[in-house]
């Protein structure tokens, strides 16, 4: 089960990088005494930098003005609704509560399968008034499940307000 949680998180994490991979060749503009990205800011009238719609700048990338691509706060959000599981998290790079998250998910479906498993095995027996633990067992999904999807529509909501920050600290766009 552990090879599995990490090929799932190891292929999760390739494919977040390739949706923010971005074009290493930057090319900077000079506006004045500043290096401007040329993707994401322009020259101002008074020969300063400012960032396009989408772009801030984050110095500890480089030494260029707008030179951050800001994520969705909207993707981030359709991806977490539709997706669940964490993937909204991971494509924010906010890594540690997506794997908490993706870990929760994990537990549920074991949990599930557990649940069939022993009600299957309770009707191939003839007396299931015997087995009061799979009552509590049943019952336990069923609240984890409610707990996930509420969870689930509150990070929606909070992604759209512009509550999270990414994983840098930095607002969504």
């Known amino acids: ?11 999760i994490g390739i494919l977040i990088n390739f949706i923010n991979f971005q074009n290493k060749d930057i090319k900077p503009i000079i506006c004045g005494i500043e290096k401007c990205d040329l993707k994401g800011g322009f020259c101002s009238k008074y020969l300063n930098c400012s960032c396009h719609n989408g772009y801030l700048t984050f110095l500890k990338i480089n030494d260029f003005k707008c030179n951050y691509k800001m ?4 993707k981030s ?11 909204g998290h991971f494509y924010s790079l906010r890594y540690n ?3 908490f998250k993706l870990c929760l998910y994990l537990i549920f479906i074991f949990c ?11 009707r191939k027996e003839s007396d299931a008034n015997e087995h009061p633990n799979i009552s509590v067992g049943v019952l336990s ?14 990070d929606c909501i909070l992604f759209w307000s512009g509550f999270y920050l990414d994983g840098i600290g930095l607002i969504m766009n």
Request: net charge positive; proline share 0%; hydrophobic share 60%.
């Open 1 to 11: 089960m552990k090879n599995y949680n990490f090929i799932i998180i190891i292929s």
């Open 71 to 74: 994520i969705s706060k909207f």
């Open 77 to 87: 959000g359709i991806l977490e609704l539709i997706l669940g599981f964490g993937i």
């Open 97 to 99: 509560f997506a794997k």
């Open 112 to 122: 599930c399968l557990l649940s069939y498993y022993y009600i299957r095995k309770i």
């Open 141 to 154: 999904t069923i609240c984890l499940f409610i707990l996930l999807f509420f969870w689930q529509l509150i």
